[in-house]
């Protein structure tokens, strides 16, 4: 009976001692950042109407550490102005734009030594990322007319689907706790994110970044 209640005692703190060991596989972040809208409101300057971002990101570990699947809702306000010139005067019109982002994406760790997961204060693990999803986009243009000084105006709430790219690094806290910095992009197949259109314009982008509070369980 002594011998038994050994093994099982051996058992249990050797269990103990390898579940401490692993790696958290899941992580939470919440993200705070600021956001602008590059389209015919920026086409002069791209950090000419910027506002905030606030999001929270879900990732969860593959076996290789350096690989993990992302979930993401974020949302973004950008104050977007135009300066236009039409029947020959000039005027500017301004509107606010909100954008709702969900989605899901995969990201890949450049520093291999997160394999072993060894973390200690200060540990710097750059990144890159994709991702996949659908945008909610809405703008409070009020004018009595749709189009303007050559341009065609959007009033409307619209659901786009859109692709997303991103580039940051994480620096370890502790083993549950680290800073993640980010920054990145994401555009769809439309020209109307910031409430206008014109022609050879191209698709608008949402480019963004800002910093997050991660916690690995």
């Known amino acids: 009976m002594k011998h038994s209640s050994s093994l099982l005692l051996a058992f249990v703190v050797t269990a103990t001692s390898a579940f401490s060991q692993q790696s958290p ?13 590059q389209g015919e409101t920026t086409s002069d300057n791209l950090f000419g109407s910027i506002g905030p971002e606030v999001g929270i990101v879900y990732s969860y570990s593959m076996k290789n550490e350096q690989w993990a699947a992302t979930a993401e809702v974020t949302h973004s306000i950008v104050n977007a102005s135009l300066d236009f010139t039409g029947d020959g005067s000039s005027s500017n019109l301004e509107t606010q734009v909100a954008q709702t982002y969900f989605g899901v994406g995969i990201r890949h760790i450049l520093n291999s030594s997160i394999n072993e997961y ?13 991702g996949v999803g659908a945008m909610k986009t809405s703008n409070d243009i ?35 706790w680290a800073i993640d910095a980010y920054t990145g992009g994401r555009t769809g197949g439309t ?5 206008f259109s014109g022609s050879g314009d191209g ?10 509070l991660q916690y690995h369980f």
């Open 25 to 37: 596989k899941s992580a939470l972040t919440l993200r705070a950042g600021v956001a602008t809208l």
């Open 203 to 212: 698709n608008d982008w949402l480019i963004h970044g800002g910093l997050g």
């Open 142 to 176: 009020d004018l009595d007319t749709d189009k303007l000084g050559g341009y065609t105006l959007h009033q409307e709430s619209t659901m786009d689907f859109t692709a997303s790219a991103e580039f940051g690094f994480i620096i370890v806290l502790s083993k549950h």
């Open 191 to 195: 020209d109307s994110w910031d409430g």
């Open 118 to 130: 060894k973390p200690y204060a200060g540990q710097f693990l750059p990144y890159i990322g994709i």
